[in-house]
Structures are given as structure tokens and as C-alpha cells.
């Protein structure tokens, strides 16, 4: 489980998010109104594919240097993110080779966490959030000092079969085992799509 889970499915959507709105206004200054577009599109497709009562499993990419002596677990995506504490005791963590480039798979490792619970038990608009804001100072943020990478955070669905990944402020992938998952998300915001990513959800539901 990596970033660019378009490429890597047939059955899959992409949204662009903030609708060509700049990140900055005239002054210079991080343009709000493009943020808050962007956490309400973001939310809305969530809410979509995600019910409360869904079984689900929130994933976490942490990138890590094989040398690093840091071995703090990713808290500002579990602790802050969950409403109910309690599952923090099941949160696990595996070790995987770094796919990403392959000039870096040397010296770095993914640290994978994982945590099974139910779309209730999360903080979602503060996940959905800080996974926007990954680019800027904005709050909240996942950003440690001690981590050179942000961490990837990925939504997986076991009740329908779907994951929800949002890669910055530009845009979210969702890919799902049944294309009937993602008919709705497709009939109702083909406008977030670009022309490329529309013409392949075109042919999807063929």
C-alpha cells in the first residue's frame, strides 16, 4: 500500500480538489477559502464511501532512514485522530522495503502501522485535515521534527471493499473491488474530475 494508487488499479476514481483555486491570494498570504473548499470536497466524498457503523482499517505510512534512531510511533495520526483511546493498545506496526524511489530503497524503510476499528471511532475531519495540509503551515498537520517524510494516511474499507487516500491539498484517489461502489461518487462530482481522469471513469462504467 503506496502513494499513486490510481496507477496501480483498474477500478478506481481521482478528484482534483479546490477547484482552481490558487493556495495563495493577491497579498501572498495562503488563500482559505481554496483550504476550505478543499476539506469540504474531501469530506463530502469520504462520507460517501465511508458509513459510521463500517468495519475499517486506517493505515499509516511512516518513511523512515534504515540508520534513524527514532522510534516514535506516528501519534498525531492515531492519538489525535481517534475518538476512542482504547484502541491505541491494538495499533500494529510492520516493517517493509521503500518502493518509492529506487535511488532512496537503500537507506530507507516504511514503517506500516495499522489500526482496525470502526469509521465511528475516528476524528475524521481532523485526519482529513491534516492530510490536506501536508504542503503548508497550516494546523493540523502530521508533521514531526524527527521524521524527514509526512506520513501517507490511508482509509481502507472492509465493509465495502474501498480505500480512500488523499495525497495533498491537490486531489484523493479511490479505488474499491466492485465499480458499483464508485457509481455515485462518479454521477455525482464528475466536476472534480480532470479530463483525463473523467475519460477513465467513463470507460469504467461502460
Known amino acids: 500500500m503506496r502513494p499513486s494508487l490510481y496507477f496501480q488499479w483498474e477500478t478506481r476514481l481521482h478528484f482534483e480538489l479546490g477547484e482552481d483555486i490558487y493556495q495563495?491570494?493577491?497579498?501572498g498570504r495562503l488563500n482559505r477559502l481554496r483550504f476550505e473548499t478543499?476539506?469540504?470536497q474531501a469530506n463530502t466524498i469520504f462520507n460517501e464511501i465511508f458509513s459510521?457503523?463500517?468495519d475499517m482499517v486506517l493505515v499509516t505510512n511512516v518513511y523512515k532512514l534504515k540508520d534513524s534512531k527514532d522510534k516514535n510511533r506516528p501519534f498525531k495520526v492515531y492519538k489525535r485522530g481517534l475518538k476512542n483511546k482504547e484502541l491505541?493498545?491494538?495499533l500494529?506496526?510492520?516493517n517493509l522495503p521503500y518502493l518509492l524511489d529506487e535511488e532512496e530503497e537503500d537507506e530507507m524503510?516504511?514503517?506500516q502501522y495499522h489500526l482496525k476499528c470502526r469509521t465511528r471511532d475516528l476524528n475524521s475531519d481532523y485526519l482529513i485535515q491534516a492530510a490536506c495540509n501536508e504542503d503548508f503551515?497550516?494546523?493540523?498537520?502530521f508533521r514531526s521534527s524527527k521524521r524527514r517524510n509526512y506520513p501517507d494516511v490511508f482509509f481502507v474499507n472492509l465493509t465495502r471493499n474501498a480505500l480512500f487516500f488523499i495525497y495533498d491539498d491537490r486531489g484523493c484517489e479511490v479505488i474499491a473491488a466492485n465499480r458499483e461502489t464508485l457509481r455515485p461518487l462518479y454521477e455525482k462530482h464528475q466536476e472534480w474530475?480532470?479530463?483525463h481522469s473523467l475519460e477513465d471513469a467513463r470507460k469504467l462504467f461502460i
Open 24 to 27: 495563495f491570494d493577491q497579498n
Open 38 to 40: 478543499v476539506y469540504t
Open 52 to 54: 459510521r457503523e463500517d
Open 88 to 90: 491505541l493498545y491494538h
Open 92 to 94: 500494529t506496526v510492520k
Open 109 to 111: 524503510y516504511i514503517a
Open 137 to 141: 503551515p497550516l494546523k493540523p498537520n
Open 193 to 195: 474530475m480532470d479530463e
